[in-house]
């Protein structure tokens, strides 16, 4: 398979576009974040965007000035912005200068905490949806039991719509996604609904279960077929789709019984002496397992289906998490990620109709997208 | 407030009806909670539907006979089937007959742990949908940081479709169920959505919003507005109102996501021997936390508007979840609560509609609905 799109500049493949501003914790927290991935990513460089007389002594501070490039921009997009506004006064801020750093193609991947609305808006506006894409997507990473520890499920939120050919689209951009992010070479995709019995379900999900399955082979991925929410953290499939405001409704339910689980839990080991000691004693444990689940470990919501790719980092991350969402950034960007997946999606229309020439497309070519 | 629709009869108000087959663990499981229940309840009885031959023995060992009439139904709705096969051969099942005891005002409210689309189905047909509902939906229960320990959902998958009027609907019927379940005079409505700004979410949901905030005073509830996912435990609100399809996807989600963390967690404690000494040290305190989000203890999705009450438990449902949904059950009969319910449902619309006489409504009248 040839890929007609490949755009992005071997030399910006190790580069990052960062937002440093935006984020809860501001910049200190971002570049401190930047430190920790530079640190154990001794190749990778990255251009930081933000005002300069802030980020120049943080640099210094924590000795990466040698490796980062600033790109003085003075506004900040805030969490209480609108899109709209963001989008009309949004020209001198850090998150735009952060996105026109890959439209020109000077980095690879870029990353930023702020404002995730403003965040898509801005991206959509001036990177355009990919060819073949009619609505981007959010792809999330999902703690379950699949040897990666992870899941995939989108759309999480970008919007609250999809179609049947939206659908068929999240799948073949989720299955190049786990293919690049995280490594699985012949992902299982699963679409999300109320049962697994082909009568269940809204009309555009029954179509969009004959458009996914016939899609399946050309596109290298395994249709498992139906998949409930109970299913979201299971090693049956890798990634999961849905419209955006199903995934978000998701996700969050998710993060907020995880929360009130882990609430419960602290509440019932400080409870007596006995259960204190316990907790004392299965310290070590209890932190393995919090790790597992930490939503820092998972952090970045991917924006797919626009010209280059834009990582959403959690507003609240701490250095951890910042560092996180930028490993994800450059797994993405040495894989060529973005050239990959706007192959899939521009062939994807012809692949669902071209049913006949399904036989050529021989095994799983993992190196294509 | 008056209430020109009271039908039940109240020698029937301390009598349930109960489907003894269906269940995963067959009649025996289901004659235990009973047994459990009854015991609990010296008021109680109940009418027991199934093959007489297997159910006699099962009250003779519980010494429950003299509290429970045998219905004799030979034919069990299987998990399997179809929802339209049921019906079409349901009438000698034990279903059918647990139906139309409450139909033929036998019984004050329903209780099966068969085929949830069936018994939906069937009481559909038989039932019929109470004046001014247009999509009866499930009611779930929802652990909380409530003081009651938990909070009203629904619809959690009675019909994969909801448009703003039938929002309103389960915002009314969520109400009265909040205060006739769980004793909450005043209940807090929240309208599920993707974000808790007014401009977010899809059309239906923007207008469902004007609905509910209008019908507030006069429902007699409190309407917070949107709530997102991560709110569905949360102690802001006490029903959260949905569509069944991301009721169902959210329901599903919060279950898959606390069996997961509970996995890990047994397989954290048992990982070393300091962390195996730890998990029996702390063994009370974490069996009181299963015991809290121990979903036996919530078990019991209620069916609202029909003209009766029935109450869906869980297929796996032991003796102990059988009793919680007895215990539920039994609490909505002894209010009156079908008969409320109607009453609330069938003045909704004068009540939208009516806007100018709201000011006469008064304060609270929690015996009303």
Redesign the interface.
């Given at each position: 398979m040839t890929n007609s799109q490949t755009v992005t500049d071997p030399t910006t493949a190790h580069v990052l576009s960062v937002d440093a501003m935006g984020g809860d914790k501001g910049p200190a927290t971002v570049v401190a974040g930047l430190a920790v991935f530079l640190r154990r990513q001794p190749e990778a460089s990255a251009l930081l965007h933000g005002p300069e007389s802030e980020l120049k002594p943080l640099l210094s501070k924590h000795k990466i000035a040698d490796r980062v490039t600033i790109h003085d921009a003075r506004d900040v997009v805030k969490m209480t912005d609108k899109p709209s506004n963001a989008l009309r006064q949004g020209k001198g801020t850090s998150m735009w200068s952060a996105i026109e750093a890959v439209r020109g193609d000077n980095a690879a991947v870029c990353v930023s905490c702020g404002n995730t609305g403003a965040l898509m808006a801005m991206s959509m506006l001036r990177l355009r949806k990919a060819e073949g894409v009619n609505r981007p997507a959010i792809a999330c990473l999902w703690?379950?039991?699949n040897p990666s520890g992870f899941n995939v499920m989108l759309d999480a939120?970008a919007d609250?719509?999809a179609d049947q050919d939206d659908l068929l689209t999240y799948a073949l951009m989720g299955a190049s996604y786990a293919r690049n992010g995280l490594d699985i070479a012949y992902p299982r995709i699963g679409l999300?609904n109320?049962g697994t019995e082909e009568h269940k379900?809204?009309a555009e999900l029954k179509v969009a279960h004959e458009l996914i399955g016939n899609a399946a082979e050309r596109g290298d991925f395994n249709y498992v077929g139906f998949v409930?929410?109970?299913?979201?953290?299971?090693d049956k499939v890798d990634v999961i789709v849905?419209d955006?405001?199903?995934g978000?409704?998701?996700?969050?339910?998710?993060?907020?019984?995880?929360?009130?689980?882990s609430e419960?839990?602290r509440?019932?080991?400080m409870?007596?002496p006995?259960?204190m000691?316990?907790?004392?004693?299965?310290r070590?444990?209890?932190r393995?397992?919090g790790k597992?689940?930490d939503p820092r470990r998972v952090n970045g919501g991917v924006f797919l289906g626009l010209n280059h790719t834009v990582i959403k980092s959690h507003g609240s991350a701490d250095e951890t998490g910042v560092a996180a969402a930028l490993d994800l950034a450059y797994q993405l960007a040495r894989n060529g990620f973005s050239d990959k997946l706007a192959a899939r999606v521009a062939s994807a229309a012809s692949l669902a109709q071209d049913a006949h020439q399904e036989g050529d497309a021989g095994t799983s070519d993992t190196n294509t997208g």
């Open positions: 703690p379950s039991r939120g609250i719509r999300l109320v379900g809204r409930e929410g109970g299913d979201l953290p299971s849905t955006g405001f199903t978000n409704v998701a996700l969050k339910t998710g993060e907020g019984t995880a929360n009130l689980i419960l839990l509440g019932a080991l409870k007596t006995l259960s000691l316990a907790a004392l004693l299965a070590g444990s209890l393995r397992l597992r689940i």
